[in-house]
């Protein structure tokens, strides 16, 4: 039976995730800060095998924790979907809060990513959720854009290493999507952004597991209306792009 870790599976795209792989035969481990939450998630679980692990990968002691259970138990999959974002003028609020964003989304992501890969096979398979924010400046939003082009330039090149030894790396790149993570965040709620450009997490990872089938590119843009902004977005100044995400 292949193996699954996905962290950030207390719910929205990491619990899709879950439940998606599950469906395809995968023994999932779990991986969140809450205990309840991740008990109710695998119970949803198609199949057996299924374990949950509790950590906050926003602390070392958390990475260290999730790092040795890579080293130790070979996975098929590592989906790195653990994450954390605010919106706010960058010097409204303490300088700690931006960096425990740092923290989980490009510190931690470093360290399962090197841990995973140290002991990859052919076949293994790395994806690492960014955002279409990794694409477009944010103002809003600059610290976890800025840690989501972090995710995505790391991703792409580590696809380019890796392709030689047969392991996959995939940088996924959701635009809006139903999490509440935007609201949680401070930020635009789905209800205030265009609906047509809103996806579920359950679309997410459809277009996901095609992509993963495939085996192609380093970079998935979701949802098609997603991927025609970014392309148009190539035709407008860089101080334009600006004014228009900023007034977001």
Not at 70 to 87: E, V
Not at 217 to 234: D, E, M, S, V
Not at 237 to 247: A, H, P, V, Y
């Amino acid at each position: 039976m292949k193996k699954a870790l996905v962290t950030g599976a207390s719910g929205g795209i990491g619990r899709a995730f879950a439940k998606a792989l599950a469906r395809d035969g995968y023994s999932i481990t779990l991986i969140a800060r809450s205990d309840d939450k991740l008990k109710l998630v695998q119970d949803e679980l198609a199949g057996e095998g299924h374990k949950y692990i509790v950590a906050d990968l926003a602390e070392k002691v958390g990475v260290e924790k999730i790092s040795s259970e890579i080293f130790s138990t070979h996975y098929d999959l590592l989906i790195n979907n653990a994450g954390a974002g605010y919106y706010d003028e960058f010097t409204k609020q303490p300088l700690q809060k931006w960096q425990q964003i740092m923290r989980l989304n490009c510190d931690s992501l470093l360290e399962l990513t090197y841990a995973y890969l140290k002991n990859a096979k052919q076949g293994d398979v790395i994806v690492n959720i960014a955002s279409i924010l990794a694409e477009l400046p944010y103002p809003p939003g600059a610290v976890y854009a800025a840690s989501k082009a972090f995710v995505l330039s790391l991703t792409e090149s580590l696809w380019y290493e890796q392709e030689k030894k047969g392991v996959f790396v995939l940088a996924v790149c959701p635009g809006v999507t139903e999490t509440g993570f935007h609201v949680a965040a401070g930020g635009l709620e789905t209800e205030k952004a265009a609906q047509s450009l809103t996806q579920t997490p359950d679309e997410v990872v459809e277009e996901t597991m095609r992509a993963l089938a495939l085996r192609s590119g380093p970079t998935l843009i979701t949802g098609w209306k997603n991927k025609l902004g970014l392309f148009l977005a190539r035709f407008v100044t860089r101080r334009r792009l600006l004014k228009i995400m900023g007034s977001w």
